[in-house]
């Protein structure tokens, strides 16, 4: 079975030159997809800014994670859509927490946008889901899924720091192999890929580990080899 690896990194910084300095040490790598960006860039510079000094550096594909988009009433999924198509983003990451009304209304909103759709539904940290001490009905993280998928979604967040939850969800919401899977966790987190074998297509989402980085381009190799043993 063919797979993809690859590395997405996460933008999580307010200075704007230090990224735009980043992404052209690395954007040549053969390990980037592209470069997700959150509410510390876009609070602060505004999304349009942001993608104007990314796309003068990298015609990579863009991605939005809000932090957690879909947790308001389905009515202004439209507006978000809107704001994420006017603003230059290529994918966007719901985490849809208000219900499943709200996650379809989001979905749909955005793919009528021509934007790609991710869905996450557990997050990295302890604590999350009921099992664990959370407010999340492990129940529910599980329906985030399903329900995503029977909306044509096929990409989705799952975290790197829990295997076993993620083997779960993959089979009792029916995913398959048509599914890519974006993954936070990396590094400080102590999340690794080696347990993630039975997924075909992943994308390790890495932040600090690589912004903090002497060398970013032999920290990627690095990373590279410990993938191509996976």
Same mark, same amino acid.
């Given at each position: ?6 590395? *997405?990194? $996460?933008?999580?910084?307010?200075? @704007?030159?230090? #990224?735009?300095?980043? /992404?052209?040490?690395?954007? &040549? ?77 989001? *979905?749909? $909103?955005?793919?009528?946008?021509? @934007?790609?759709? #991710?869905?996450?539904? /557990?997050?990295?940290?302890? &604590? ?77 989402? *890495? ?24």
């Amino acid at each position: 079975m063919e797979r993809i690896r690859k590395i *997405i990194p $996460a933008l999580d910084l307010t200075d @704007l030159d230090k #990224i735009s300095q980043l /992404i052209e040490k690395i954007d &040549g790598h053969d390990l980037i997809y592209g470069y997700k960006a959150g509410f510390s860039l876009g609070l602060t510079h505004g999304l349009p800014k942001v993608t104007e000094a990314i796309r003068a550096v990298s015609q990579k594909p863009l991605i939005y994670d809000h932090q957690k988009a879909a947790t308001d009433i389905p009515d202004t999924g439209k507006l978000f859509a809107g704001t994420m198509k006017e603003s230059g983003m290529d994918e966007v990451i719901l985490f849809p927490q208000a219900g499943p009304v709200t996650l379809a209304a989001w *979905i749909e $909103a955005i793919q009528a946008q021509n @934007l790609k759709v #991710i869905v996450g539904g /557990i997050m990295t940290h302890p &604590g999350f889901t009921a099992s664990e001490g959370g407010f999340i009905r492990d129940e529910a993280v599980i329906e985030i899924y399903r329900i995503a998928f029977e909306k044509g979604v096929r990409d989705f967040v799952v975290p790197l720091t829990k295997p076993k939850e993620t083997r779960r969800i993959y089979t009792e919401a029916g995913l398959d192999d048509s599914c890519s899977f974006y993954s936070p966790g990396y590094g400080k987190q102590g999340g690794g890929p080696e347990q993630f074998s039975f997924i075909k297509n992943h994308y390790i989402i *890495i932040g600090r580990s690589l912004l903090n980085a002497g060398n970013p381009v032999e920290y990627l190799d690095k990373v590279n080899k410990e993938l191509e043993n996976i």
